[in-house]
C-alpha cells in the first residue's frame, strides 16, 4: 500500500479548514444582509407612519386654521345664524357638498324624504348665542368596565358609546318620534323599480366624512399596525353594506347582532351604485286581501342603517386582508372564517370613528372621547371632552358625584335619604358657594324591571304557576320599601304613557292564597311536609326549588332578591338567590342557562316592534333577547300582523290585544318603571325635557332629557 506525503494530507486540511472558513464567512455575511433588510423595511415602515401621522396633524391644523378664521368673522356661530336652513348645512359639513344636480342618481323630480330638523337650524343657535363656543369636559361614570368595544356588543353603554362615534342614514327629529331629518345621507328618495308594487329606497350620502386615523398608542405591543389604519378613509356606501352583511351573518354569533336581526331579516337586499348611493330593497310581504305591502318601519329602520368600517374590520392588523378574494357581493355575509376573525378581532378593545364623537382611548379606569371638529353639524356636540369613570358600585358612582366629580347622576331610590343629608352638609354647602349648585329632574324611566321565568325549566312551563309568582309578591311593598316610592306599577311591555298600552288593564293583586290555590291547580302541593311543594313531573317526585339570579353589586336589586326569596316561602316555594357579576349575568342570559333572573330593558320608542323579546323565533336561539323562551302563536301573528298594519286604529287594537295577552301569560313578573331622579350641577345646561318645552320644540313628544344638547357654563 502507497502511502501519500505528508505534504499532501496537510494541504488537504488547509484546503478543508479554508473552505469551513469561508462558508462560515458566507453564512455570517448573508445573516448581516438579512438583518439590514429587515432594519431597513423597519425604518422604512416607520418613516411612512411618521409620514400618516404628520399627515393626520397638518389635517387637524387646517381644521384649527378653517375654524380660526371663521372665528376672525366676526364669531362663527353669528356667520351661521345669517345663513338659510340649507345654507347652514352646507357650511356646517366638513366638505361642501355638491348641488343635487351634480350627483348623476339622485332624481330631483322626486321628494326628499328626510325634513330638516328647525331646532338644530334656528332654536339652538339662537339659545346658545353669540359668541359661543364648545369647551370643557363632560364627566360621567358606568357601573361596571365593559369587556370589549365589538361593534355588536350586547352592553348598553357600550352601544350608546358606538352610536356617538358612529353616523346613521337619518335621524329623529330633536323631541320627536317617527320622524326622518338628515344626518349622512343629504337625500332618501322612494322610487317604484317597473315591474314592482314595492318602492324601494335610494339613499345619498354626504361628501367629506372620514373614518379618523386608527392610533398605534391604543393597541398592545404585540399589535404593530400597518401603515393602511393610520391615515384617514371616507365613509361610503360599501360601509354601509358591509355593517348589514356582518349584522347578518350567521355566523357571528354576537348578542348585539343576533338582536338586530330579527329588525332587519326583511331586508332582501342592499345593493351599492357608487361610493356615495347605496339601494335598500325590502322583501315585499303578502297581506291578507292578496295583495303586498312593505313593512310599517321600513323607512324608520332604513334611517337607522350605519356603517361600519370596512378598511379596518376586512383585515388583519399587517395590512393584509382576512378573505383574500373578496370579490363576490355576499362574501361577507355568508363567510364563516371572516366571521370568526371578526369576533374576535384585534380592533375589538377600540371604537373606529366617524361621527360627532371621536375615541380617545380606554384603560381599567376610564374611556374617553374627544369632539369631532371635522363632523358635519358642529352642534351636535356642544363640549370638548368627554370622560367616563368604570366604577364598581352604585354606591362609588354617588360617591364621585358628592365629590364633584361628575356632571350628572341618575341618582338609585335608597340614596334618597342620603340626598337631603348632602344638601345640609359642609362639604355641598362648600360646593354651593363655588356655583356648584345641585339641581334636580324627576321623570319617569323608559324601563322597566322584571323577574323572567325561564319556560324552558319545569317550574316555569305553567302560565298558572308564573301567574301564581306574580301574586306572591308584593309589587307596592317594593316601591314603597326599595325604592322610596320612586315608581310606578306596570302591567306589560310597553311604556307606561305610550299609547300602546292599555290602561284599562288592572295589575295581578298581591294574593297569597289565590297563589296557592293556582300552583295546587297545576299539581304543586307538599306531599312529604317538608314545607317545600313538589310535583310529580316524568315519574319523579320535583321539588319547588329554584335559583334567582342577579347583578350582585347593586344593593337595591338585591334587596329586591332577598324580599322575593322570604315572600315566595310563604307559597312553599324556595328561591335559592345567586348574585353574580355583570359578565356572568350577561353569560346566563345568552346561554338561556338560568332558572329566573332579575333585570331590565330599557323601552322602545314608538312605533314599538315587539318581535326582538316576544317572537318565537328567538326562544330557542343563543344570544336572542327572548332570554324566557317565550312562544305564544297568536302572539307571533300579532308581531308579524304589526309589520305591515299601517292604519293607527287597527295598529293600536293591535298593541292593546298583545298587551293582554303578555299580562295573561306572565312570561316575567312586571315589577315597575322606575321615576328617574337626574341630580346634575348648575353649570351644566339644557337639561330639560322636549316635551315640557312646546316654546322651543313644538310638538315635541319625548319625555326623556337629551344629553346631546347639554353644554358647560363656564
Excluded at 322612494?190 to 339613499?203: A, D, T
Excluded at 313593512?295 to 334611517?303: D, N, R, S
Excluded at 311536609?529 to 317526585?541: A, N, P, T, V, Y
Excluded at 293591535?654 to 301569560?665: D, G, K, P
Amino acid at each position: 500500500m502507497n502511502k501519500e506525503p505528508i505534504g499532501l494530507y496537510i494541504f488537504r486540511f488547509i484546503l478543508g479548514f479554508g473552505l469551513f472558513a469561508f462558508m462560515c464567512m458566507l453564512y455570517w455575511s448573508s445573516t448581516l444582509i438579512e438583518q439590514e433588510v429587515r432594519d431597513l423595511r423597519a425604518d422604512i415602515t416607520q418613516v411612512k407612519n411618521d409620514l400618516f401621522s404628520l399627515r393626520s396633524d397638518v389635517d387637524k391644523v387646517r381644521s384649527d386654521v378653517l375654524e380660526a378664521i371663521i372665528e376672525e368673522q366676526d364669531d362663527w356661530q353669528e356667520v351661521i345664524r345669517s345663513l338659510s336652513y340649507e345654507e347652514k348645512q352646507t357650511a356646517l359639513a366638513s366638505k361642501p357638498q355638491e348641488v343635487f344636480s351634480d350627483r348623476p342618481h339622485i332624481d330631483p323630480n322626486l321628494p326628499n324624504l328626510l325634513e330638516n330638523d328647525l331646532f338644530f337650524g334656528e332654536t339652538l343657535p339662537e339659545m346658545l348665542g353669540k359668541g359661543f363656543k364648545p369647551k370643557g369636559t363632560l364627566k360621567g361614570a358606568v357601573i361596571g368596565k365593559p369587556a370589549h368595544l365589538h361593534p355588536f356588543s350586547n352592553w348598553n353603554q357600550v352601544n350608546t358609546w358606538l352610536s356617538q362615534c358612529s353616523v346613521t342614514v337619518a335621524r329623529l327629529k330633536f323631541g320627536k318620534y317617527e320622524t326622518f331629518s338628515p344626518n349622512m345621507a343629504i337625500k332618501v328618495e322612494e322610487r317604484l323599480p317597473e315591474g314592482s308594487k314595492v318602492p324601494e329606497f335610494w339613499v345619498h350620502l354626504r361628501e367629506g366624512v372620514y373614518w379618523q386615523p386608527l392610533r398605534q398608542n391604543f393597541f398592545s405591543e404585540g399589535v404593530e399596525l400597518s401603515p393602511h389604519f393610520l391615515r384617514k378613509h371616507q365613509v361610503t356606501a360599501h360601509d354601509f353594506k358591509f355593517h348589514f352583511d356582518a349584522m347578518m351573518n350567521p355566523f357571528v354569533q354576537e348578542a348585539g347582532a343576533v338582536a338586530m336581526r330579527n329588525y332587519f331579516e326583511d331586508v332582501e337586499q342592499i345593493e351599492v351604485i357608487d361610493n356615495l348611493t347605496f339601494v335598500v330593497r325590502w322583501r315585499p310581504i303578502a297581506v291578507a286581501d292578496g295583495g303586498l305591502k312593505r313593512k310599517y318601519v321600513a323607512k324608520q329602520l332604513t334611517g337607522q342603517l350605519r356603517p361600519l368600517p370596512s378598511f379596518v374590520y376586512k383585515y388583519f392588523a399587517d395590512g393584509t386582508k382576512i378573505v383574500e378574494d373578496d370579490t363576490a357581493p355576499e362574501t361577507y355575509r355568508t363567510n364563516s372564517v371572516w366571521a370568526q376573525n371578526f369576533v374576535e378581532h384585534w380592533a375589538k378593545n377600540i371604537i373606529v370613528s366617524c361621527g360627532p364623537w371621536v375615541f380617545d382611548g380606554m384603560t381599567d379606569r376610564q374611556i374617553k372621547f374627544k369632539r369631532n371638529r371635522d363632523h358635519y353639524f358642529p352642534l351636535d356636540v356642544l363640549v370638548e371632552r368627554q370622560e367616563v369613570d368604570f366604577k364598581n358600585t352604585p354606591d362609588a358612582v354617588w360617591q364621585a358625584f358628592k365629590a364633584n366629580k361628575l356632571d350628572n347622576y341618575g341618582i338609585s331610590p335608597d340614596q334618597l335619604i342620603e340626598l337631603e343629608n348632602f344638601l345640609d352638609s359642609d362639604l355641598y354647602l362648600a360646593q354651593q358657594k363655588k356655583g356648584d349648585e345641585v339641581k334636580r329632574l324627576d321623570y319617569l324611566g323608559r324601563s322597566y324591571s322584571y323577574i323572567g321565568w325561564n319556560q324552558a325549566k319545569p317550574y316555569f312551563k305553567s302560565k298558572k304557576v308564573r301567574q301564581a309568582m306574580t301574586m306572591a309578591i308584593d309589587r307596592a311593598r317594593i316601591i314603597s320599601q326599595n325604592l322610596n316610592n320612586h315608581g310606578v306599577l306596570i302591567t306589560g311591555p310597553f311604556f307606561r304613557y305610550s299609547p300602546s298600552y292599555d290602561r284599562s288593564i288592572e295589575p295581578w293583586p298581591f294574593d297569597i292564597q289565590e297563589a296557592k290555590r293556582l300552583l295546587e291547580e297545576d299539581g304543586w302541593y307538599d306531599s312529604d311536609g317538608d314545607g317545600i311543594i313538589d310535583k310529580l313531573i316524568d315519574g319523579e317526585r320535583v321539588p319547588f326549588r329554584f335559583s334567582l339570579t342577579y347583578y350582585v353589586k347593586n344593593p337595591t336589586t338585591k334587596a329586591i332578591c332577598e324580599y322575593v326569596s322570604t315572600a315566595l316561602k310563604e307559597v312553599g316555594v324556595q328561591c335559592m338567590l345567586n348574585g353574580v357579576d355583570l359578565a356572568d349575568l350577561s353569560s346566563s342570559f345568552d346561554d338561556k342557562s338560568f332558572d329566573a333572573l332579575l333585570l331590565g330593558w330599557a323601552l322602545g320608542t314608538p312605533p314599538e316592534d315587539p318581535r326582538q323579546l316576544w317572537h318565537s323565533d328567538g326562544a330557542k336561539e343563543r344570544g336572542s333577547s327572548n332570554g324566557v323562551g317565550f312562544a305564544n302563536q297568536e302572539a307571533d301573528a300579532i308581531i308579524d300582523q304589526l309589520q305591515y298594519e299601517d292604519d293607527p286604529a287597527k295598529r293600536l287594537d293591535l298593541y292593546h290585544r298583545f298587551h293582554a295577552i303578555i299580562y295573561e301569560e306572565q312570561p316575567y313578573t312586571f315589577l315597575y318603571s322606575p321615576k328617574t331622579v337626574l341630580l346634575y350641577r348648575s353649570y351644566l345646561q339644557n337639561v330639560f325635557l322636549p316635551i315640557d318645552r312646546q316654546d322651543l320644540v313644538p310638538g315635541a313628544n319625548m319625555a326623556q332629557p337629551q344629553s346631546q344638547i347639554f353644554w358647560i357654563k363656564q
